[in-house]
């Protein structure tokens, strides 16, 4: 498969305009599929999901995605398209870690981390999941969680915190590490923040059959909660859709599509032999 793995974003109901403005701004991005439920497109090679969820939930701050530039002339490009009617959360300048970075919250809310760094990989934006108040020690529990989950697996970098943090020695400030083929960082923040994980961001994990599904649902759920249509919470709030790869497929059938949808707004994990008899 193409895909394993890919994030989805919550709107209300404007996720076309959404997808339209970053596939203007980031290059090699294309608008796959747009239904009145979802918008997928791929920006600059990474697969997005944009869902018309309604006013429900939102995108915050708690997963953002790092934009890994590779140029001064290409951050500054990126950031003057994502910043107009959005807001500026740490102008562009120079920090500790980059010589040109800047945080900002688009004008449909999802939140972007521009880094005039590039990275040694063909994925430049990375879904970077941020533990804040009371999770702010659990990165590397997180991280050694996810990559124990999913299989291969690799961690890539692992940043402690400095001995003047006064934090539990081993404590990890940052991380990256690879699911499958797809890179995440992670990273915490000894500060107090209104926000948190939430439905808003959501990760889709596309699976072959039933026996990768009842996997994930059941390594993903544990110590969170299960919801409806595939959707759970795992144990950090972090959310994650088990979907079925054959579900796109039952649901543009124009003899059925109407009953696979029927039938999955009834189930919490996703069983295909039902969808396939519906």
């Not at 521009?114 to 997180?142: C, G, H, M, W």
């Amino acid at each position: 498969m193409k895909t394993l793995l890919y994030p989805c974003l919550w709107f209300n109901d404007n996720a076309k305009a959404a997808a339209d403005l970053y596939c203007s701004v980031f290059p090699n991005s294309a608008l796959l599929q747009d239904t009145p439920m979802v918008t997928t497109f791929e920006l600059n090679g990474t697969h997005f999901m944009g869902l018309n969820g309604g006013p429900k939930y939102n995108v915050n701050s708690a997963i953002s995605y790092y934009v890994y530039c590779g140029s001064a002339s290409e951050i500054d490009r990126i950031y003057n398209a994502l910043v107009e009617n959005g807001q500026v959360i740490m102008p562009l300048d120079v920090y500790a870690w980059s010589s040109k970075y800047a945080w900002i919250i688009d004008a449909y809310g999802v939140n972007w981390q521009l880094d005039i760094d590039d990275i040694n990989s063909t994925q430049k934006i990375v879904p970077t999941l941020l533990f804040a108040n009371t999770k702010y020690l659990l990165v590397k529990e997180a991280m050694t969680h996810y990559t124990t989950i999913f299989n291969p697996s690799k961690i890539l970098l692992e940043a402690p915190y400095p001995p003047e943090a006064e934090v539990p020695e081993g404590s990890l400030l940052f991380t990256q590490f690879k699911l499958q083929d797809f890179i995440f960082n992670a990273t915490s923040s000894t500060l107090q923040h209104d926000f948190d994980f939430t439905p808003g961001n959501s990760f889709v994990v596309l699976c072959e059959n039933q026996e990768e599904i009842d996997y994930y649902w059941v390594k993903l759920s544990e110590g969170g909660h299960e919801d409806m249509c595939g959707w759970l919470t795992d144990k950090y709030g972090v959310s994650w859709q088990i979907v079925p790869a054959i579900l796109p497929q039952l649901m543009a059938d124009p003899e059925k599509g109407q009953r696979v949808i029927q039938a999955f707004l009834k189930m919490r994990k996703f069983d295909i032999a039902t969808l396939l008899n519906a």
